[in-house]
């Protein structure tokens, strides 16, 4: 399994990432010493995904306090770095959450952050793999299908993770299950996650899918040709509201009109009970270029101008399920109450 994102210790410590952005035409591998570096890497999506963004802020922490000493910063010069690694993408709530579970500990030294972060490494692997099972246990159950035909959105395989993954991890799970039927991966516009990361990672794993352009996948839903939708997820809030990469409530409003199941599946750490509802979250707004060519070749009229939202919201009401590692809720059946309060196994 491919790894997206670790800490290597020699021959200099660094945070070592695949480059998504040259994915899948070749596999490089990025070594990230400064803070400009990994806020640029973070940036650019060559490193992406909720949960190896919380990676990246937790090691990124490291590397903030390796380059100020040796660039002898003062105690509010490091934590402004950190500040920037903090910030360097606003919609996934892992990124700010990963940082935060670390520079507490920055009095202690590198050695104990690093401790730290590699704990943020780790426990995101066991989550995924918990909740791959229990989501594929919950889908296997309301499906009611031999065969699970899947559609989904963007990439939430080990690449947007520390491993396994999310939304890809159940499809894994089914898979290795034998109960998986063919999978539809949206292409996933404007950055093409769909098309250039996940059938890279189903092609490796030996997964049978087809790419659909993002404008089939409400037809493709129904028409009957998929059983669930599976997303993965960049916040949920606390009634279980859901940001996930643009496109995903098109595939919520149409699981509901179909009746088949719009499963969510994040780690805990994408969960940001602080805030109320989707209302409150901060949708990136990526550059116009992105939607305005193709490949770096201009598509659309010189004087065109675009409107590109990395991510959109789901309301709670319209998902049928959101799987962590700590079990499955139904955000239908709290009302839009304390979804996370009183967490059940369902
Ligand atoms: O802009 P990206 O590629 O970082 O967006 C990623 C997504 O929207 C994923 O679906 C989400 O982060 C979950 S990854 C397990």
């Given at each position: ?44 999506l ?63 030294g ?32 309301a ?11 963007c ?107 719009f ?19 901060h ?5 116009a ?50 979804l ?7």
């Open positions: 399994m491919v790894v997206a994102i670790e800490w290597v210790r020699n021959p200099r410590p660094h945070i070592r990432l695949i480059d998504q952005t040259v994915l899948p035409g070749a596999v490089q591998y990025l070594e990230i010493t400064t803070v400009t570096d990994l806020v640029a890497a973070i940036q650019s060559a490193v992406r995904g909720a949960p190896a963004l919380g990676a990246a802020g937790a090691l990124g922490v490291v590397v903030a306090m390796n380059q100020g000493e040796q660039e002898g910063w003062d105690e509010a010069e490091l934590q402004r770095n950190v500040d920037l690694v903090r910030d360097a993408r606003p919609t996934a709530v892992n990124l700010a959450w990963g940082v935060n579970e670390v520079r507490h500990a920055i009095p202690e590198a050695d104990r952050v690093l401790e730290l972060a590699q704990r943020v490494v780790d426990e995101d692997g066991a989550a995924n793999r918990e909740l791959s099972r229990l989501g594929a246990d919950w889908i296997l159950d499906t009611g299908r031999e065969q699970v035909r899947v559609v989904t959105h990439n939430t395989g080990a690449l947007a993770t520390t491993a396994w993954g999310t939304a890809y991890g159940i499809i894994h799970e089914l898979h290795e299950r034998g109960r998986l039927g063919l999978v539809y991966a949206d292409e996933t516009r404007p950055l093409l996650q769909g098309s250039r990361l996940t059938s890279w990672e189903l092609t490796q794993d030996g997964i049978d899918h087809v790419i659909q352009a993002d404008g089939a996948a409400a037809s493709t839903i129904l028409r009957g040709l998929v059983d669930v939708a599976i997303i993965g997820a960049d916040r949920i809030t606390a009634n279980g509201d859901t940001a996930n990469k643009v496109g995903s409530v098109t595939l919520a409003l149409a699981c509901e009109r179909a009746g088949i199941p499963v969510v599946a994040a780690p805990y750490s994408t969960v940001d009970a602080g805030t109320a509802t989707g209302e409150d979250i949708i990136e707004e990526r550059a270029l992105e939607v305005l060519e193709l490949g770096g070749v201009r598509t659309a009229p010189a004087t065109a101008r675009a409107f590109n939202p990395a991510f959109d919201v789901t309301p709670h009401d319209l998902i049928s399920a959101i799987v962590t590692e700590q079990g499955v809720v139904v955000p239908a059946r709290s009302g839009g109450g304390a996370f309060a009183d967490l059940v196994n369902q």
